[in-house]
Structures are given as C-alpha cells and as structure tokens.
C-alpha cells in the first residue's frame, strides 16, 4: 500500500516547531515552573515528546486522527518532564488539523468531545485545589484543545461553502454551455432549413433544363432552357443575398428583407409552371382562405411558404406529366396546406434528391405543434403524391390588423 506523499507545508511547520522548542530548551525555558519537581527529573527526557509531536506534525493532514491520538499521548506525558511550551503549540495545531483535514465525523466530534475535557477538566481542578487559580488551568486547557477545535470547525465550514460555491458555479457554466450548444444547434437546423428550401427550387430547375438542353438536339429547345436556366440563377442569388441579409449582424440602417408569406404563392406558382412547363407539368393554386381572414403568425406563414416550396422542387425532380394542385384552408384555428402531384414514374432527366425536404418540412411543423404527413395515395382511381400539413394558429398569436 503506497502512503500519502507529506505535504510541504506540513515539513515546515515541523521543522519550525522542532527549531523552536530546541531553542526554549537550550535556553532553559520550560512550561513547568521553577519550583516543580516533575516525576520523570532531568532536562533530557522533555525533547521525547517534543520529537514525538513534531514528527507527528508531517502527518497533520494525512493522518490527521492518528496524529492527535498519538499527540495526546505525547502532550501528556510531557506534563511527566519539566515540559517544553513548543510540544504544547504544536500538540494545539494537531488538534486544529485533525478538525481541518480529519473526517466530517471527527470534525463534529471533536469540538464537542475538546469542549466537554475543558470543563471536567476545570471543575476537577477546582475541586482539588479550591482556589481560583484552578481557572486558569481550565483557560490553558481551553486554548490548547477547545479553541483550535472551533477554529478548525469554522475553517471547515469556510472551505466546504466556497467548494459548494465552486460546484454550482461549474454547474452552471456547464448547463449554460450545453444551452448554448443546444441554441447552436438549433440555429444551424433552422438555417440548414431556411437555404435548402431558398435555393434547392431554383438548382432543381437549373439542373432539369441544363441536362434537357445537353441531352436534345434542339436549338429552340436549348435556348428555351437556358432562359430558364439564366431566370433560376438569377431568382438563386436573390434569394441566397436575402439570407445573407438576415445572417449579418446589421446595425442601423441596413434592415433585413422581409421573410417570404403567403401572397407570394402565386408568383411562385407560376414560376413552377414555367420551370415544369419542359416536363408536361401544369400548377393551380386553391386558396380557400376566407378573404377577410385576419393575417396568420409570421412562422406560420413562413412554414406554409416554405412548405409550398419544397414540394413544388421535389414535383420538378420525380412528378410524371399532370396537373400539380396546391391548396390552402383555414378552420378550426388552423391552415392547412395540401400539394398533390402525379406520382413519379417516368424517366428522364432528374435533379439528384437526398430527402432533406421532406425532414426539413416535416421539422418545420414541429417546430410549430403541427401534423405532417406526405406519401403516396389513390385519387380517382389514379396514384398520386400528396404532402399535407396541417399547421396550428392560437387566437392570440395571430397578427394584428392593420
């Protein structure tokens, strides 16, 4: 078994105890007065338990229990010489470490149990002597085994609240640094969200007519597609500016453009017809909104835009030739968006789709309490694709009139 490395502070303070009371008995000094005759004669037999309690002292906070049990013996049999003050000194610190470093046990016990010897000891005294000058034995009692006591138990106390302290604090810097991770994480989902569905629409179509005008042979055909193409490009840098726009920290006088809502569903719409237009798609907006319909919530509408937007991409990417229906409703304290488009069987040219819209529409909707659903289906007798969401509006977060 490996013992505990002494500490430094501990060598010190025996080697300065040790120095000292060297020092007293070269000089003579003893505890004992002149006129005591001690049961153990001579000057020698006082350094024993100097030595004793000043080797003890390197194990103060080690062992601190043993010291001042081993120390008790020592200060006692000192009282046995002509006694040396420095074996009391130190014997008055063991008792202070042994409350300091002891076990939380012993540092209750021993303020007690050094408070109790006090007393026993000051009434015997003064029993035996009966003379005041029996207090002052329970003084020196006190001094050397009471009042390092209290004052290791306040010491104690001091360093076990400012450790407390220190953990709540790392405590809370650590919840602090996993809510910002969190906020992070979070904010990077919504972006990741936010220029996916800003700019897959236009690279979607970009990709679709670019593969047209390589794989035909047709110069009409070509430069229909590159209009197309040169549309999406510009529409895509609008759009990624927009979002730079919202990232940068802006101070004063340059605003961030608004976010996207619902009137712009028909100018998207119609660009989706324009970009299908290659691929035998057609688009119909149903707005089945009531036309005095308080305005929604501005992440309501924002979803809802986003949603539309997707799903008209993923049409571009799979849909087979048909009509595309995007559809809104509001009841219930909810709008409901519906798109519907022939199910995806033809070949030809697609944009390559890892199915990140589908996660980002779906988390988009719960994030607001909504439901989503999107999957195949039968409609009169004919497959389709059908992405609905159903997004929740509270009466009081919707927008005020103007």
Same mark, same amino acid.
């Given at each position: 078994?490996?013992?505990? &490395?002494?500490?430094?502070?501990?060598?010190?303070?025996?080697?300065?105890?040790?120095?000292?009371?060297?020092?007293?008995?070269?000089?003579?000094?003893?505890?004992?007065?002149?006129?005591?005759?001690?049961?153990?004669?001579?000057?020698?037999?006082?350094?024993?338990?100097?030595?004793?309690?000043?080797?003890?002292?390197?194990?103060?906070?080690?062992?601190?229990?043993?010291? /001042?049990?081993?120390?008790?013996?020592?200060?006692?049999?000192?009282?046995?010489?002509?006694?040396?003050?420095?074996?009391?000194?130190?014997?008055?610190?063991?008792?202070?470490?042994?409350?300091?470093?002891?076990?939380?046990?012993?540092?209750?016990?021993?303020?007690?149990?050094?408070?109790?010897?006090?007393i026993?000891?000051?009434?015997?005294?003064?029993?035996?002597?009966?003379?005041?000058?029996?207090?002052l034995?329970?003084?020196?009692?006190?001094?050397?085994?009471?009042?390092?006591a209290?004052?290791?138990?306040?010491?104690?106390?001091?360093?076990?609240?400012a450790?407390?302290?220190? /953990?709540?604090?790392?405590?809370?810097?650590?919840?602090?640094?996993?809510? &910002?991770?969190?906020?992070?994480?979070?904010?990077?989902?919504?972006?990741?969200?936010?220029?996916?569905?800003?700019?897959?629409?236009?690279?979607?179509?970009?990709?679709?007519?670019?593969?047209?005008?390589?794989?035909?042979?047709?110069?009409?055909?070509? &430069?229909?597609?590159?209009?197309?193409?040169?549309?999406?490009?510009?529409?895509?840098?609008?759009?990624?500016?927009?979002?730079?726009?919202?990232?940068?920290d802006?101070?004063?006088?340059?605003?961030?453009?608004?976010?996207?809502?619902?009137?712009?569903?028909?100018?998207?719409?119609?660009?989706?017809?324009?970009?299908?237009?290659?691929?035998?798609?057609?688009?119909?907006l149903?707005?089945?909104?009531?036309?005095?319909?308080?305005p929604?919530?501005?992440?309501?509408?924002?979803?809802?835009? &986003?949603?539309?937007?997707?799903?008209?991409?993923?049409?571009?990417?799979?849909?087979?030739?048909?009509?595309?229906?995007?559809?809104?409703?509001?009841?219930?304290?909810?709008?409901?968006?519906?798109?519907?488009?022939?199910?995806?069987?033809?070949?030809?040219?697609r944009?390559?789709?890892?199915?990140?819209?589908?996660?980002?529409?779906?988390?988009?909707?719960?994030?607001?309490?909504?439901?989503?659903?999107?999957?195949?289906?039968?409609?009169?007798?004919?497959?389709?694709?059908?992405?609905?969401?159903?997004?929740?509006?509270?009466?009081?977060?919707?927008?005020?009139?103007?």
């Amino acid at each position: 078994m490996r013992l505990p &490395r002494t500490h430094r502070d501990d060598v010190l303070i025996a080697a300065a105890g040790l120095a000292c009371g060297l020092l007293l008995w070269a000089f003579g000094l003893h505890s004992q007065g002149p006129g005591h005759r001690p049961p153990v004669p001579g000057r020698w037999p006082t350094l024993v338990p100097l030595f004793a309690v000043t080797a003890l002292a390197m194990v103060r906070r080690t062992r601190p229990q043993t010291a /001042l049990a081993v120390g008790t013996v020592a200060v006692v049999a000192d009282q046995f010489t002509r006694g040396n003050l420095m074996t009391i000194v130190m014997f008055a610190d063991l008792v202070y470490a042994a409350v300091v470093y002891g076990t939380p046990a012993a540092a209750r016990r021993i303020p007690v149990s050094t408070g109790l010897i006090t007393i026993v000891v000051t009434l015997g005294f003064l029993a035996w002597f009966r003379e005041p000058v029996a207090l002052l034995i329970g003084v020196v009692t006190a001094l050397i085994t009471f009042f390092p006591a209290i004052t290791g138990a306040v010491v104690r106390n001091h360093r076990e609240a400012a450790d407390a302290a220190r /953990l709540r604090a790392e405590q809370t810097a650590l919840l602090a640094e996993m809510d &910002r991770r969190q906020a992070v994480i979070a904010e990077r989902s919504r972006m990741a969200r936010e220029l996916h569905d800003m700019v897959a629409n236009h690279l979607s179509a970009i990709a679709i007519h670019s593969t047209a005008a390589l794989s035909l042979d047709d110069p009409e055909t070509s &430069r229909d597609a590159l209009g197309v193409i040169r549309e999406n490009s510009v529409d895509g840098l609008a759009e990624m500016r927009r979002l730079i726009g919202l990232l940068r920290d802006t101070s004063g006088h340059d605003a961030p453009a608004a976010a996207p809502t619902l009137d712009g569903l028909d100018a998207l719409v119609r660009q989706a017809g324009a970009n299908g237009a290659a691929s035998g798609l057609t688009f119909r907006l149903v707005d089945g909104r009531a036309p005095a319909a308080e305005p929604l919530p501005a992440p309501v509408e924002l979803a809802a835009y &986003r949603i539309v937007q997707e799903s008209l991409t993923n049409t571009l990417k799979h849909a087979d030739p048909g009509e595309v229906t995007v559809a809104l409703h509001s009841a219930d304290h909810a709008l409901t968006v519906r798109v519907t488009s022939p199910f995806g069987t033809r070949p030809g040219p697609r944009a390559p789709g890892s199915g990140a819209g589908l996660v980002g529409m779906r988390e988009r909707v719960a994030l607001l309490g909504g439901a989503f659903e999107a999957g195949p289906a039968e409609h009169r007798g004919e497959k389709i694709w059908r992405v609905r969401a159903e997004l929740p509006v509270a009466e009081d977060d919707k927008e005020p009139s103007a």
